[in-house]
């Protein structure tokens, strides 16, 4: 069980440092990717405490408001959607790709269009400005689920921490002459 706190824990940490990455492009982070095969293997609670917590400690760190109440509580929730979806569909690159897609479109639904009202935002207004910004999620998270999702769900499944490749001895090697 150690093996695979510690996992959980790398991927924590990667997920934040590349958030805090400098000149990052906006809502491009692996924070989906990673929650969609943690919640797979790992269930509702611990989804959604890694996507509360992935965004309450950025925020802490960088610009804690009122919003991120909203984004903590919203990814908290997707992750433990997360499951339930992967309960019922196999865990392929395909079907990453489909609950990051839905899930960003909600996420962003409701941080970035719902709540504008309490930032003294139209809705209509918050709902165009959310366009260029939701494209851009869509397509850092889409590409994510395709690349890292898969390697992520291989992992958090493997009994193994590390997998090297068999050392290959001298004596097995064929020489040409």
């Known amino acids: 069980m150690l093996k695979n706190k510690f996992k959980i824990l790398i991927v924590f940490v990667g997920c934040l440092l590349f958030r805090l990455l400098p000149l990052r492009a906006p809502n491009v982070e692996p924070i989906m990717a990673s929650i969609m095969p943690l919640s797979r293997k790992y269930g509702a609670m611990l989804g959604f405490t890694f996507g509360f917590l992935s965004i309450f400690i950025y925020d802490s760190v960088t610009h804690f408001g009122s919003w991120t109440w909203i984004a903590a509580i919203t990814y908290g929730l997707i992750g433990a959607v997360a499951t339930l979806y992967f309960k019922k569909f196999k865990s392929s690159p395909f079907n990453f790709a489909i609950f990051a897609f839905f899930a960003t479109i909600v996420f962003d639904l409701i941080t ?38 898969p390697v992520l769900n291989r992992w958090f499944t493997s009994s193994k921490f590390f997998t090297l490749p068999k050392r290959v001895s001298l004596e097995e090697v064929s020489m040409v002459r």
Do not use: E, R
């Open 112 to 149: 970035g269009v719902l709540f504008a009202p309490i930032f003294h935002m139209n809705i209509g207004t918050a709902f165009i400005l959310q366009i260029p910004f939701t494209i851009l999620h869509l397509a850092g998270n889409i590409a994510f689920a395709f690349m890292l999702s």
